[in-house]
């Protein structure tokens, strides 16, 4: 039995891998000490196993394309002083192959036997398909 957790989330307003890199890196306010950090309301019951070396597995366009390595958690209170989560996460974005996803809200957990593959490190910076043809191609199994 695995000894870690995953995580899957929506990344709303993301066109692609580099839209989520850029937001983590240029844009967004999320930050402590230099690090990005995913904010949620909801605290993960499954903590441990989610920090013994799970990763958020980013859903974007109905796809899930990328990973990253979750560091840890904190808890954070906002200026209306409610206390959140924070997922720090690693700066690496890891290219999975791409698996369709229907909507939802919030994460879910994300068993590692269910994770997307990784794809290999010479295919890590190729330019990513377009979502329709991605989509098509995950669902005849080709991708």
């Known amino acids: 039995m695995d000894k870690h957790v995953h995580l899957l989330k929506l990344s709303v307003g993301s066109d692609s891998v580099e839209t989520i890199a850029d937001w983590q890196r240029r844009r967004s306010a999320q930050r402590q000490d230099g690090q990005y950090y995913h904010l949620t309301r909801m605290w993960p019951r ?6 013994a070396g799970g990763s ?10 990328c990973r990253q390595r979750i560091l840890r958690l904190e808890r ?9 989560c924070a997922i ?13 996803k229907r ?6 957990y994300l068993n590692t036997a269910d994770a997307p593959p990784d794809l290999p490190k010479n295919r ?8 329709e043809l991605a989509g098509a191609l995950a669902d005849i199994g080709v991708l």
């Open 46 to 51: 499954r903590e441990a196993e989610l920090v």
């Open 56 to 65: 958020i597995y980013w859903v974007v366009k109905g796809l899930v394309q």
């Open 76 to 84: 954070m209170t906002g200026q209306d002083g409610i206390d959140r």
């Open 88 to 100: 720090f996460l690693d700066r690496d974005l890891i290219r999975t192959a791409s698996v369709p």
């Open 103 to 108: 909507p939802f809200q919030g994460w879910r």
């Open 124 to 131: 890590q910076s190729e330019d990513a398909l377009p979502p």
